[in-house]
Nanobody, 117 residues
């Protein structure tokens, strides 16, 4: 059974950093179906793609323009976990962040990130 579970959200001041984790089970990142994505949804806004890492031996990453050079998606295949390192956080980064496996269409429950002084 495919499942993903996020953790690591919280309250952080502008300019601060936070790392989100997503533990996946039921599949492997190193296969062609092992791609992972982070999305977010702010109040009153549509859900948007934040970062993506492809499956296979070498995970290729890409990012939304709004987070490029501030966020980093990475993975640890030994523990089947994907991370989203978020630096220089801004109030507009406030949202519920979701981890998803595109090939299986499975979403996590989401984790709240609030950037505020």
């Amino acid at each position: 059974q495919v499942e993903v579970v996020e953790s690591g959200g919280g309250l952080v001041q502008p300019g601060g950093s936070l790392t989100l984790s997503c533990v996946a089970s039921g599949f492997s990142f190193t296969t062609s179906s092992g791609a992972m994505s982070w999305w977010r949804q702010a109040p009153g806004k549509e859900r948007e793609l934040v970062a993506h890492i492809t499956g296979g031996a070498v995970g290729i990453t890409n990012y939304a323009d709004s987070v490029k050079d501030r966020f980093t998606i990475s993975r640890d295949t030994t523990v089947n976990t994907v991370y989203l390192q978020m630096n220089n956080l801004k109030p507009e980064d406030t949202a519920v962040y979701y981890c998803t496996t595109p090939q299986f269409g499975i979403w996590g429950q989401g984790t709240q990130v609030t950037v505020s002084s």
